[in-house]
């Protein structure tokens, strides 16, 4: 196992896409109006690509086109304070091609917006690094 300076536990790409299958919440980082903005968002994945849907009109959908994006997702246990985190980067692309389209709206990709899903992007993860914490960890610092 590969720590950090602080500890934590250094994951390999394959270990960071397991865990981020493991939930289906994240949050893309993308810019609005020259100044970082966060969303949280559903998501998929279609091979290692992360692919999440949105309105057409929504600030996420106009912010992410063509723009490296950031995606993140964790989850955490606050009783025993353990848990992951897993950062992807990469460029955000609308899907344009009908058979693609109608391919992944058969995944399993669900929207808490209004309206529904009106469109994918996908985020091609160019850069993919996560951290670990365990319980082992915290009780060696202690």
């Given at each position: 196992m590969r720590l950090d300076a602080n500890g934590l536990e250094v994951l390999d790409r394959?270990?960071?896409?397991?865990?981020?299958?493991?939930?289906?919440?994240?949050?893309?980082v993308f810019t609005d109006r020259a100044l970082p903005a966060i969303q949280p968002v559903h998501?998929?994945?279609?091979?290692?690509?992360?692919?999440?849907?949105?309105?057409?009109?929504?600030?996420?959908?106009?912010?992410?086109?063509?723009?490296?994006?950031?995606?993140?997702?964790d989850a955490f246990e606050p009783g025993s304070r353990t848990g992951w985190s897993v950062t992807v980067i990469g460029?955000?692309?609308?899907v344009r091609v009908a058979t693609e389209i109608e391919r992944l709206s058969r995944l399993p990709l669900r929207s808490w917006a209004?309206?529904?899903l009106s469109y994918f992007i996908r985020i091609r993860g160019e850069y993919v690094s996560g951290r670990r914490i365990h319980p082992t960890y915290l009780e060696a610092t202690r």
């Open positions: 394959d270990d960071c896409l397991a865990l981020m299958r493991s939930v289906t919440l994240g949050r893309v998501f998929v994945f279609d091979g290692d690509d992360v692919i999440i849907s949105m309105p057409l009109d929504s600030k996420l959908a106009s912010g992410t086109r063509g723009a490296v994006v950031a995606f993140e997702a460029e955000a692309r609308v209004p309206g529904g």
